[in-house]
Nanobody, 113 residues
Framework: VQLQASGGGLVQAGGSLRLSCAASGITFNMYTMNWYRQAPGKQRELVAAITSGGNTNYADSVKGRFTISRDNAKNRVYLQMNSLKPEDTAVYYC????????WGQGTLVTVSS
């Protein structure tokens, strides 16, 4: 199983980034896909989730700014991040969960003030 996250980078506050996670080795459309993040010195936190049926859920801190989506034909999940803030700076991880729980390697997002 591989979850390959990409799309991170350096952006100014107020800017946008789109993260992508490519999954292989799983029956993608049966998994709930999540984006987590971990800032320096902090615990990993759930940012956004999308179920196999397309239902979504967001952390309060990102509601209205981030959008999670999935393309089952491409085995990909996305995180569109708008109106970025310095406090969004973190390593963002893709996660797939059903019965088993799989993690990607993370992609760094840095938001400068």
């Amino acid at each position: 199983v591989q979850l390959q996250a990409s799309g991170g980078g350096l952006v100014q506050a107020g800017g946008s980034l789109r993260l992508s996670c490519a999954a292989s080795g799983i029956t993608f459309n049966m998994y709930t896909m999540n984006w987590y993040r971990q800032a320096p010195g902090k615990q990993r936190e759930l940012v956004a989730a999308i179920t196999s049926g397309g239902n979504t859920n967001y952390a309060d801190s990102v509601k209205g700014r981030f959008t999670i989506s999935r393309d089952n034909a491409k085995n990909r999940v996305y995180l569109q991040m708008n109106s970025l803030k310095p406090e969004d700076t973190a390593v963002y991880y893709c996660n797939a969960i059903r019965i088993a729980n799989y993690w990607g390697q993370g992609t760094l997002v840095t938001v400068s003030s």
